[in-house]
C-alpha cells in the first residue's frame, strides 16, 4: 500500500487518546467510576499501532488501581479517523445498529473523541475482541462436531440480525397495490386479489432489474471516453489488482455489450419470476376449486413481493472466516461469536443481503480455493439453513432470511456473473446462460434431486432431501402478516 494513501495524522497525540479511553469506558462501567474521585483510577496503556484500511489502531491495555468491584475490559482499540470520515459514522450507525438488536453480534463501541477537539482526527474506542477471542479460520479446524454446531448456531442469530435493521426511509419505496377485487365478483377468496380464470397477473411490484444495473452502471462508470475507447488509466484505478493490465479489444466489446446481455437473458429474470412449482402450482394439470387456485396465487405474490426491490434491509459487506471471531471456556463451550468490520455493512434488497458466508456458499463458480473440504462444507450449510434456521424458537426471527435465501438464489448468482471482475472475459454469457437454464429448471420438477442427472445446479446438488411444500408451511403465516403491516399487500 503507498504510504501516501495512508491516514498517519501528524498531530496524533497519545495522551489525547488515552483521555478519551478514560472518558468513554468509565463511561460503560457498572458501579461507575468517578474520574478524580476515591481511591479508584482506569489506567490505559499504549501497546501497540497497526494499520488497517489505511488507518491507525491502537491498542490499549487497561488497569484498575484500587478495588473496584466490577468486570473491566483487559484492552480496547482506538480507531484513528479522519475528521469528519464518512467511515467513522458508518462504524457507529452501523455497528450500534446491529448491537441494538443483537447485543454480541457487533464490538461493543465504548464511543468517540468530540468533534470540538482540536485535532485533525477522531478517535473511537472499540472493543478489543481480537486479543480476547480466536479468528474463525484458526480454531475451525480443532473444533470437534458440537463445537462446530454451537459456533454455527450463534452465526444463524448473527445472520438473522442485519434483517431486522431497516434502512432510512427514503430508501423503502413502497410497491404498486395489487388491484383491489371488484364488488360484482360473487367468488370468495382467502385474498383479496381476484384473479380472473385465466390466472392473469395483476400489477406487480418492482423488479430487482433495476437494481442489477445500477450495480453494472456502477461498476463500469468512467471506464470509457466519450468516443467509446477505453480509459485504461480509470480500469487500473477502478481493479487496483490488476495495475498493469490493458484491456483487449474482445474485452472492451464485452463490457460495452453488458447491458445488452442483461437484457437479452434475463429480461424477465428478477423479483422471483423463476419461483417453484410448490409456490406458483405451475406444474398441476389443473386446480381442484378457486379457492386452491387463488392459495397458490397468494402465495407467489407474497414471495415476489418479498424479493421485490423496494424491501431493502442491512448486508455485512464481507463475512469472511477471519471476521468471526470465536471465544471458547476452559470447559470447551462456545461462549460467543462476534462479527467484526461492521462498518463496511450497506443496505440492499433482501434476496442479496441474505446469504450465507462465503466460506459456506462461494458464489464466485471459478473459486477454487475453498475453506473446507466440499462434503464437509455442504453438510454444515445444510445444517445450518435446513436445520438451524427452521428452529421453533429462532423462525420468527429468521423466516425473513430463509425466504430471501432459497428464493432469491439465482439473482444472487446472476449479480455475481455481472459484477465480478472478471466479468468481461468470454465466460460472461456462458454463465449467464447456464443461470437461465437453472431458473427454467427450477420452475420444474426437473430441479429436484436426481430427476435429471445431466443437470448440475451451480451451487451443487443438495445432500438432503428437503419438503420444501411442508416447511412452506411454517414460514408463509409470517410472510403474510410481513406483506400486509409493511403495506405491501391487501390480504385477507
Not at 297 to 318: A, M, Y
Request: aromatic fraction near 10%; charged fraction near 25%; include cysteine.
Amino acid at each position: 500500500m503507498s504510504s501516501s494513501l495512508v491516514f498517519d495524522p501528524a498531530d496524533l497525540d497519545y495522551g489525547h487518546v488515552s483521555n478519551v479511553v478514560v472518558r468513554t469506558v468509565q463511561a460503560s462501567l457498572i458501579p461507575r467510576i468517578q474520574s478524580g474521585r476515591g481511591d479508584v483510577m482506569l489506567v490505559p496503556k499504549y501497546i501497540s499501532r497497526f494499520y488497517r484500511d489505511a488507518i491507525p489502531w491502537l491498542v490499549y491495555s487497561l488497569e484498575i488501581k484500587g478495588h473496584y468491584p466490577g468486570k473491566v475490559p483487559r484492552s480496547v482499540m482506538a480507531i484513528i479517523f479522519p475528521k469528519g470520515a464518512r467511515a467513522r459514522e458508518m462504524l457507529l450507525t452501523k455497528t450500534q445498529a446491529v448491537r441494538n438488536i443483537l447485543d454480541w453480534a457487533a464490538p461493543k463501541i465504548y464511543g468517540a473523541s468530540v468533534e470540538s477537539d482540536p485535532k485533525s482526527y477522531n478517535a473511537v474506542i472499540i472493543e478489543d475482541v481480537e486479543s480476547a477471542a480466536l479468528p474463525l479460520d484458526t480454531v475451525w479446524p480443532k473444533l470437534n462436531s458440537d463445537q462446530k454446531k454451537a459456533v454455527l448456531d450463534k452465526i444463524a442469530d448473527i445472520l438473522c440480525t442485519p434483517i431486522h435493521v431497516r434502512p432510512p426511509s427514503n430508501m423503502q419505496a413502497q410497491p404498486p397495490q395489487p388491484h383491489p377485487p371488484s364488488s360484482s365478483s360473487s367468488t370468495s377468496s382467502p385474498s383479496a386479489v381476484q384473479p380472473p380464470d385465466n390466472f392473469a397477473r395483476p400489477q406487480l411490484p418492482y423488479t430487482n432489474l433495476d437494481h442489477l444495473r445500477k450495480a453494472y452502471s456502477l461498476l463500469y462508470h468512467g471506464l470509457f471516453h466519450p468516443n467509446g475507447d477505453p480509459n485504461q488509466t480509470a480500469f487500473r484505478k477502478r481493479f487496483t489488482e490488476f495495475d498493469t493490465y490493458e484491456m483487449s479489444s474482445q474485452e472492451i466489446a464485452r463490457v460495452k455489450n453488458l447491458n445488452t446481455l442483461i437484457q437479452e437473458h434475463m429480461g424477465d429474470f428478477a423479483g422471483g419470476n423463476f419461483l417453484p412449482p410448490h409456490i406458483t402450482g405451475k406444474t398441476k394439470e389443473s386446480f381442484r376449486d378457486a379457492k386452491e387456485r387463488h392459495k397458490f396465487h397468494e402465495r407467489e405474490l407474497v414471495v415476489r413481493t418479498i424479493l421485490s426491490e423496494s424491501v431493502f434491509r442491512l448486508q455485512h459487506k464481507s463475512m469472511r472466516m477471519p471476521l468471526f471471531f470465536v471465544v471458547i471456556e476452559q470447559d470447551g463451550a462456545i461462549k460467543s461469536v462476534v462479527l467484526t468490520q461492521w462498518e463496511k455493512a450497506y443496505y440492499a434488497p433482501i434476496w442479496a443481503s441474505c446469504q450465507l458466508p462465503s466460506w459456506l456458499e462461494p458464489l464466485d463458480p471459478e473459486l477454487d480455493d475453498l475453506a473446507m473440504p466440499l462434503e464437509e462444507m455442504t453438510k454444515w450449510r445444510e445444517y445450518l439453513v435446513y436445520n438451524l434456521m427452521l428452529r421453533k424458537e429462532r423462525l420468527p426471527r429468521s423466516w425473513l432470511w430463509f425466504v430471501a435465501y432459497i428464493y432469491g438464489e439465482l439473482e444472487r448468482h446472476f449479480e455475481m456473473v455481472i459484477t465480478a471482475t472478471w466479468v468481461s472475459n468470454a465466460k460472461t454469457e456462458p454463465w449467464l446462460k447456464r443461470i437461465v437454464e437453472e431458473a427454467q429448471k427450477k420452475r420444474t420438477d426437473a430441479y429436484k434431486k436426481g430427476s435429471d442427472p445431466a443437470f448440475m445446479p451451480i451451487s451443487g446438488i443438495q445432500s438432503i432431501e428437503v419438503n420444501f411444500s411442508e416447511l412452506l408451511g411454517k414460514w408463509m403465516p409470517f410472510a403474510r402478516k410481513f406483506v400486509v403491516e409493511e403495506n405491501f399487500l391487501r390480504l385477507q
